[in-house]
């Protein structure tokens, strides 16, 4: 167990929705990171924030946006669904914002229909 | 453009042989390059890095290698089990970014057989 956590773990909906993914680091971990994986496609990095500030920007959708909480935890919310949207949703985290090691949670299947 | 690329081929051993995996990168300039594995359905777990000025390093059965003449780094697993089979990840820091933020290679999936 990394000691990351995210929810749900599996998220079912339609294209044209709206859907939130949450994401609780380790005890501690001041930065999260979120990334898409496809088979296509791989770990994609989508952003990174480090103690509630936007740090760095990948190739992250405009209908894709991402917040980290006073608490810590982060959400990632996708808009306006499409079906290749369809992918693992993973959550890491590290200690600091230059750490060297990731660690990452179980993900959240997003498929949509 | 910048890539980092694996085999994307999965690689079938023997239990008991070395499995060597390799990751080539292109137009970066990695501060460390770094491991993980993945089982399927999983999140991938971090099990080595390797900085720009280390030429090897060892964990248990694990070894990695990092030539960045080569713009190389190669993973070995000796004395393979079949609990080795897994989708192996390398992962690498651009030397520019001043984030955490690693850029991940597809994987290469490696099936140990008995």
């Known amino acids: 167990d990394s000691g990351v956590t995210q929810t749900p773990k599996h998220l079912i909906t339609a294209t044209g929705q709206r859907v939130t993914l949450r994401c609780s680091p380790r005890s501690g971990d001041l930065s999260v990171y979120w990334y898409q994986q496809s088979l296509d496609q791989g770990l994609q990095f989508l952003i990174h924030y480090y103690n509630g500030e936007e740090r760095a920007k990948g190739n992250i959708l405009e209908r894709f946006s991402a917040q980290q909480f006073p608490d810590l935890h982060s959400e990632l919310n996708l808009s306006s669904l499409e079906l290749g949207d369809s992918a693992l949703y993973f959550c890491?985290?590290?200690?600091?914002?230059?750490?060297?090691?990731?660690?990452f949670g179980s993900g959240t299947q997003l498929s949509v229909l | 453009s910048q890539k980092i690329e694996q085999n994307s081929e999965a690689l079938n051993i023997q239990e008991g042989k070395t499995a060597t995996l390799t990751c080539n990168y292109t137009?970066?300039?990695?501060?460390?390059l770094q491991w993980y594995r993945q089982d399927p359905g999983r999140g991938p777990v971090f099990l080595l890095l390797i900085r720009e000025n280390e030429k090897e390093k060892r964990k248990e059965r694990l070894k990695v290698t990092f030539d960045t003449t080569l713009k190389q780094s190669l993973f070995h697993i000796t004395a393979s089990q079949p609990a080795d089979s897994a989708t192996y990840l390398c992962a690498l820091r651009p030397g520019s970014s001043n984030t955490g933020k690693l850029i991940f290679g597809q994987g290469t999936t490696l099936q140990v057989k008995p």
């Open positions: 137009n970066y300039s990695p501060a460390y």
């Open positions: 890491a985290s590290s200690v600091r914002q230059g750490d060297e090691k990731l660690f």
